[in-house]
T-cell receptor, first 110, second 113 residues
């Protein structure tokens, strides 16, 4: 079961891109990388996931390295409402997830 | 489409009591999983129910139990409460397939005094 490593905290100025890294060097070939975020006192919210190709949706972009050992979540134009804890998860099983870790606490400043 | 609903939102209990938390999944979802979140341990998986059966279980003592009803609603029970059980309890629902994303409720904040 692959573990993920994320920096505990990051800052980003409002309007700039926020780039959140995640290391998942032991991820297996068929495991997806998922990103969730948790705004204070709420449940985690799904952002995006990917296997090996880069992905983009209305919330963010996900860049996965060719060797799949790391990935970066990009919030292209961060707003104050993006202040949250961001979790990178390397595996979701049938109906549940393990290893949320401590995530990265992103602070977006005016 | 309504999201995942957890009740109550806040709960205060004393040591030794028991507590029951409720989770209503998104309509059509058959899997409900439960998590405990504390500042020190982060988000930890408790158990997962699918079609009224416990399918997976995390590493928690037997005081933590749950069940799922035929309409997929789930309850979680903690008996003989301890101070360390103070936490945010979250549930998530999904169709229950491998690698499928989870939808979380807002959680129940339990305080044990």
């Amino acid at each position: 079961d692959a573990k993920t490593t994320q920096p505990p905290s990051m800052d980003c100025a409002e309007g700039r891109a926020a780039n959140l890294p995640c290391n998942h060097s032991t991820i297996s070939g068929n495991e997806y990388v998922y990103w969730y975020r948790q705004i204070h006192s709420q449940g985690p919210q799904y952002i995006i996931h990917g296997l090996k190709n880069n992905e983009t949706n209305e919330m963010a972009s996900l860049i996965i390295t060719e060797d799949r050992k790391s990935s970066t979540l990009i919030l292209p134009h961060a707003t104050l409402r993006d202040t949250a804890v961001y979790y990178c998860i390397s595996s979701i099983y049938s109906g549940y997830a393990l290893n949320f870790g401590k995530g990265t606490s992103l602070l977006v400043t005016p | 489409k309504a999201g995942v609903t957890q009740t109550p939102r806040y709960l205060i209990k004393t040591r030794g009591q028991q507590v029951t938390l409720s989770c209503s999944p998104i309509s059509g979802h058959r899997s409900v999983s439960w998590y405990q979140q504390t500042p020190g341990q982060g988000l930890q998986f408790l158990f997962e129910y699918f079609s009224e059966t416990q399918r997976n279980k995390g590493n928690f003592p037997g005081r933590f139990s749950g069940r799922q009803f035929s309409n997929s609603r789930s309850e979680m029970n903690v008996s003989t409460l301890e101070l360390g059980d103070s936490a945010l309890y979250l549930c998530a629902s999904s169709l229950g397939q491998h690698r499928e994303k989870l939808f979380f409720g807002s959680g129940t904040q339990l305080s044990v005094l």
